[in-house]
């Protein structure tokens, strides 16, 4: 069994910032790529925001310069560092994880169940 629980979202002023938390639990062995996406009301989910298990990042054209993604792989828990928060950033925001549970098992993607975040003045 694999769990992954974000926190960290909430509401904020436009210009504010906000980081996320998202840390993978239970039985896992090895987790390759983290990600975070989004999903705004009425809108599909997007690709916010990837980090390899080697650290190498990539992100949204909407967010570069702005969101950071970084990971802790001894906690199993990848963050999302977010500055100058506008209001079109407001989403659910969800991590997802391809992680292996044994060597014998392939790799398969994992989702988190959100975190609301609100930018409004």
């Known amino acids: 069994q694999v769990q992954l629980v974000e926190s960290g979202g909430g509401l904020v002023q436009p210009g504010g910032s906000l980081r996320l938390s998202c840390t993978a639990s239970?039985?896992?062995?090895?987790?390759?790529?983290m990600r975070w996406y989004r999903q705004a009301p009425g809108k599909q989910r997007e690709l916010v925001a990837v980090?390899?298990?080697?650290?190498?990042?990539n992100y949204a054209d909407s967010v570069k310069g702005r969101f950071t993604i970084s990971r802790d792989n001894a906690k199993n828990t990848v963050y999302l560092q977010m500055n100058s928060l506008k209001p079109e950033d407001t989403a659910v925001y969800y991590c997802?994880?391809?992680?292996?549970?044994?060597?014998?098992?392939?790799?398969?993607?994992?989702w988190g169940q959100g975190t609301q975040v609100t930018v409004s003045s």
């Open positions: 997802k994880a391809r992680l292996q549970q044994s060597r014998a098992f392939p790799y398969r993607g994992f």
């Open positions: 239970g039985s896992i062995f090895s987790i390759n790529d």
């Open positions: 980090i390899t298990s080697g650290g190498s990042t």
